[in-house]
């Protein structure tokens, strides 16, 4: 064991440990969490561990051996029981007998299922007999950079024996499955007729296998190697020449980089949404900033990524741009077209006669010298983890040309991999998108309310959404209960004055670079000032006015700019009230600016239609729950002109309506998002009241 690591995090807590004495896979996974917790390890959801232990067969009663390893789809760092799979060693072991060879692989993945030992067993991985032909207790399996760069290095087996004075084995490149199991085993075999004990084998372009007796005994083993592979490499950084071959391109000072991000986003993700509506993500890691400024940017990004769970979120390579045609729109669209013709030619190139379909040509992953990277998937989530794959990427061709030449998977084994049937099988069993899956929604007034009721009911129907609001605790309070319901990954939240244009460019800009651009606009901001015509002043007047409709105006102005960079429409949906069309008592200022906004509406309907943006408006009435808008004196002076007392104001306006019912902000969320969920696709410059029912307001 070496005394101190300063590239990997040594986690393990022996009083935590301790109280698992006993229970073999409890401390397989208490190891597992701890694996995944430290992403220079391994990445979100690649890797597996396994413990084999001896049980009672529930038929026999008799002891037998038991493996338990991460079920397939599974993340170690988040890894628990049920997201294992336990089967019969044994009838693992005799599935040799009946294997036919590289041929078939793909039908062994299915008898898997003729081992299952644990009946709540998740479905094992393709990676189960890679574990289950090594003879050790505990196994990790994992795709460390420093290990990678070496794996991936033209002479990674010389590197390898050399540095591990042969203690580490070698297999080379192989598609994971049942053959592969059997070459590890070949492997040790091997270097044990030669009398060598081995620790790990490494795999060529792929990973790292450690293993050990105990669970601890196989951390600290798989710790120690990663650490003497990561501190080779950095021996040996700018020793041979600069990393990357030094800098070409200068980084744009950070103000500059992020506003050039921001009005970039929007267009490329239009041009990467041909096939599906994609969602965006931003990076200027310091890591992927050195790579894309490099000399060797043009010669590395096209050779494409090596380790499999890289490639399979960031494709076959990169689309790299010139940061200095960036506002040329037939340059970006030639580039597009160029990289989906290339993905195409790849497609015909290497499909065999059952290959799936070609499936969406675009780029995922998008580098541009002194900017950064975007990465572009169905979801937040998926394009924040193509960035990090590809961030792992960087590290690996970033080492592997320290001490060596970078090498990436041949074209026709990526396209292996890429379109493998078990893959496209796993696809085909994700469950169905949600309505507005890939969609961004900025909720302007969100903090509370209905704004923040309208946020949360995108959110549960698969959007991302930008809470937007001027005071900060109510924005953060907001942020902090969708996140705990949605994570991270599905809300964003910026400080908003709809009033002042320079803070609405700045929260357009904030959704930008947080998921790629915008597709809902919802106009929800407001105040409520009730005051009779001679009591009004012209300072609450100008407030009324400057809120609600210059509010309006200036964000949908700087959407639209948004809306028509992406290029395939999108909806600005306008909070807008009964009092738009009634009139009623000391309302002359507030019912105005409503009706303002309401012929707004209409106007710009007509206006934005051939550009595919719908435009339409819900008329609330009375929703007191969580309503800011009631402070500020709003609801005394309803009350007072309907000579009632505030208490008595909610059953009032229920009263009031036909189906005498009170009006919360979730009925209001319903209405946005029968709106903007698909079914109303044609309709635009229309209302929807959600008032109870109130005559005096029906529009027709």
Same mark, same amino acid.
């Given at each position: 064991?070496?005394?101190?690591?300063?590239?990997?995090?040594?986690?393990?807590?022996?009083?935590?440990?301790?109280?698992?004495?006993?229970?073999?896979?409890?401390?397989?996974?208490? =190891?597992?969490?701890?694996?995944?917790?430290?992403?220079?390890?391994?990445?979100?959801?690649?890797?597996?561990?396994?413990?084999?232990?001896?049980?009672?067969?529930?038929?026999?009663? +008799?002891?037998?051996?038991?493996?338990?390893?991460?079920?397939?789809?599974?993340?170690?760092?988040?890894?628990?029981?049920?997201?294992?799979?336990?089967?019969?060693?044994?009838?693992?072991?005799?599935?040799?007998?009946?294997?036919?060879?590289?041929?078939?692989? /793909?039908?062994?993945?299915?008898?898997?299922?003729?081992?299952?030992?644990?009946?709540?067993?998740?479905?094992?991985? #393709?990676?189960?007999?890679?574990?289950?032909?090594?003879?050790?207790?505990?196994?990790?399996?994992?795709?460390?950079?420093?290990?990678?760069?070496?794996?991936?290095?033209?002479?990674?087996? =010389?590197?390898?024996? *050399?540095?591990?004075?042969?203690?580490?084995?070698?297999?080379?490149?192989?598609?994971?499955?049942?053959?592969?199991?059997?070459?590890?085993?070949?492997?040790? $075999?091997?270097?044990?007729?030669?009398?060598?004990?081995?620790?790990?084998?490494?795999?060529?372009?792929?990973?790292?296998?450690?293993?050990?007796?105990?669970?601890?005994?196989?951390?600290?083993?798989?710790?120690?190697?990663?650490?003497?592979?990561?501190?080779?490499?950095?021996?040996?950084?700018?020793?041979?020449?600069?990393?990357?071959?030094?800098?070409?391109?200068?980084?744009?000072?950070?103000?500059?980089?992020?506003?050039?991000?921001?009005?970039?986003?929007?267009?490329l993700r239009g041009l990467c949404s041909g096939f599906q509506k994609m969602t965006g993500h931003y990076s200027d890691d310091p890591?992927?900033?050195?790579?894309?400024?490099?000399?060797?940017?043009?010669?590395?990004?096209?050779?494409?990524?090596?380790?499999?769970?890289?490639?399979?979120?960031?494709?076959?390579?990169?689309?790299?741009?010139?940061?200095?045609?960036?506002? +040329? $729109?037939?340059?970006?669209?030639?580039?597009?077209? +160029?990289?989906?013709?290339?993905?195409?030619?790849?497609?015909?190139?290497?499909?065999?006669?059952?290959?799936?379909?070609?499936?969406?040509?675009?780029?995922?992953?998008?580098?541009?010298?002194? #900017?950064?990277?975007?990465?572009?998937?169905?979801?937040?989530?998926?394009?924040?983890?193509?960035?990090?794959?590809?961030?792992?990427?960087?590290?690996?061709?970033?080492?592997?040309?320290?001490?060596?030449?970078?090498?990436?998977?041949?074209?026709?084994?990526?396209?292996?991999?890429?379109?493998?049937?078990?893959?496209?099988?796993?696809?085909?069993?994700?469950?169905?998108?949600?309505?507005?899956?890939?969609?961004?929604?900025?909720?302007?007034?969100?903090?509370?309310?209905?704004?923040?009721?309208?946020? +949360?009911?995108?959110?549960?129907?698969?959007?991302?959404v930008i809470l937007s609001d001027l005071h900060p605790e109510r924005l953060q309070e907001a942020r902090q209960e969708l996140t705990?319901?949605?994570?991270?990954?599905?809300?964003?939240?910026?400080?908003?004055?709809?009033?002042?244009?320079?803070?609405?460019?700045?929260?357009?800009?904030?959704?930008?670079?947080?998921?790629?651009?915008?597709?809902?606009?919802?106009?929800?901001?407001?105040?409520?000032?009730?005051?009779?015509?001679?009591?009004?002043?012209?300072?609450?007047? /100008?407030?009324?006015?400057?809120?609600?409709?210059?509010?309006?105006?200036?964000?949908? $102005?700087?959407?639209?700019? &948004?809306?028509?960079?992406?290029?395939?429409?999108?909806? &600005?949906?306008?909070?807008?009230?009964?009092?738009?069309?009634?009139?009623?008592?000391?309302?002359?200022?507030?019912?105005?600016?409503?009706?303002?906004?309401?012929?707004?509406?209409?106007?710009?309907?007509? *206006?934005?239609?051939?550009?595919?943006?719908?435009?339409?408006?819900?008329?609330?009435?009375?929703?007191?729950?969580?309503?800011? &808008?009631?402070?500020?004196?709003?609801?005394?002076?309803?009350?007072?002109?309907?000579?009632?007392?505030? *208490?008595?104001?909610?059953?009032?306006?229920?009263?009031?309506?036909?189906?005498?019912? #009170?009006?919360?902000?979730?009925?209001?969320?319903?209405?946005?998002?029968?709106?903007?969920?698909?079914?109303?696709?044609?309709?635009?410059?229309?209302?929807?009241?959600?008032?109870?029912?109130?005559?005096?307001?029906?529009?027709?």
């Amino acid at each position: 064991m070496l005394t101190k690591y300063q590239h990997v995090s040594y986690l393990w807590d022996e009083k935590k440990a301790a109280e698992m004495a006993g229970d073999e896979v409890a401390l397989f996974i208490y =190891r597992s969490n701890l694996l995944g917790a430290d992403l220079r390890l391994t990445n979100y959801g690649g890797g597996n561990t396994s413990v084999k232990i001896q049980d009672k067969d529930p038929l026999s009663g +008799q002891p037998t051996e038991v493996m338990w390893i991460k079920g397939s789809g599974g993340d170690l760092g988040t890894l628990k029981r049920s997201g294992c799979a336990a089967l019969y060693l044994q009838r693992l072991l005799s599935l040799e007998k009946v294997y036919r060879g590289l041929a078939h692989e /793909d039908e062994m993945v299915e008898l898997f299922n003729h081992c299952i030992f644990d009946l709540n067993s998740k479905a094992p991985s #393709i990676d189960t007999p890679l574990h289950a032909f090594l003879p050790f207790t505990h196994i990790d399996h994992l795709h460390p950079d420093a290990a990678i760069a070496i794996a991936a290095a033209k002479d990674g087996a =010389r590197i390898t024996e *050399e540095l591990f004075q042969g203690k580490i084995g070698w297999v080379e490149w192989q598609r994971p499955g049942f053959d592969l199991g059997l070459s590890l085993r070949k492997c040790l $075999q091997d270097a044990e007729a030669r009398g060598i004990a081995l620790k790990g084998i490494m795999l060529g372009s792929h990973g790292l296998f450690t293993w050990g007796n105990t669970s601890y005994e196989s951390y600290v083993n798989t710790l120690d190697v990663i650490e003497t592979c990561a501190q080779y490499l950095e021996e040996h950084y700018g020793k041979k020449r600069p990393v990357f071959g030094g800098a070409k391109t200068e980084t744009l000072p950070e103000a500059q980089r992020l506003k050039k991000a921001a009005e970039i986003a929007p267009v490329l993700r239009g041009l990467c949404s041909g096939f599906q509506k994609m969602t965006g993500h931003y990076s200027d890691d310091p890591r992927v900033l050195e790579f894309v400024n490099s000399h060797d940017l043009y010669r590395l990004a096209p050779m494409g990524t090596s380790c499999p769970d890289h490639f399979l979120r960031t494709k076959i390579a990169p689309l790299v741009l010139d940061p200095a045609q960036l506002t +040329q $729109q037939d340059y970006l669209e030639q580039q597009f077209a +160029q990289y989906r013709e290339a993905y195409r030619q790849y497609y015909e190139s290497c499909k065999h006669p059952n290959s799936p379909a070609m499936r969406d040509p675009n780029p995922v992953v998008i580098l541009v010298p002194g #900017i950064g990277m975007f990465t572009f998937a169905k979801d937040k989530t998926t394009a924040r983890l193509a960035a990090e794959y590809y961030t792992n990427a960087v590290n690996v061709m970033k080492g592997a040309e320290a001490v060596s030449e970078y090498t990436a998977l041949p074209r026709q084994e990526a396209f292996n991999i890429e379109y493998w049937l078990l893959e496209e099988a796993k696809l085909q069993r994700l469950p169905k998108p949600k309505p507005l899956s890939g969609r961004v929604a900025l909720v302007t007034g969100s903090g509370g309310g209905i704004g923040k009721a309208v946020a +949360q009911k995108f959110a549960a129907e698969g959007a991302c959404v930008i809470l937007s609001d001027l005071h900060p605790e109510r924005l953060q309070e907001a942020r902090q209960e969708l996140t705990s319901t949605f994570g991270t990954d599905a809300v964003a939240a910026t400080l908003l004055n709809v009033a002042d244009a320079a803070s609405v460019d700045a929260a357009l800009s904030a959704a930008c670079l947080a998921f790629g651009g915008v597709d809902i606009l919802v106009n929800n901001a407001g105040i409520s000032i009730s005051q009779s015509i001679e009591e009004h002043s012209e300072e609450n007047w /100008d407030k009324l006015y400057d809120i609600l409709v210059k509010g309006q105006f200036l964000v949908s $102005q700087a959407g639209v700019k &948004i809306l028509r960079k992406q290029g395939f429409g999108g909806d &600005i949906l306008n909070i807008v009230s009964k009092n738009a069309v009634v009139a009623g008592p000391n309302n002359a200022g507030y019912g105005s600016a409503k009706a303002a906004q309401a012929h707004l509406t209409r106007l710009l309907a007509a *206006e934005l239609g051939a550009d595919k943006i719908r435009v339409n408006m819900v008329n609330p009435d009375a929703v007191i729950a969580g309503s800011n &808008i009631w402070a500020g004196g709003w609801a005394e002076g309803r009350a007072k002109a309907y000579g009632i007392t505030v *208490e008595e104001l909610p059953a009032y306006y229920a009263k009031r309506t036909l189906l005498n019912e #009170i009006i919360l902000p979730e009925d209001i969320a319903n209405v946005c998002f029968a709106f903007v969920s698909g079914l109303l696709n044609k309709s635009t410059g229309n209302a929807l009241n959600v008032d109870g029912g109130v005559p005096m307001a029906f529009l027709r």
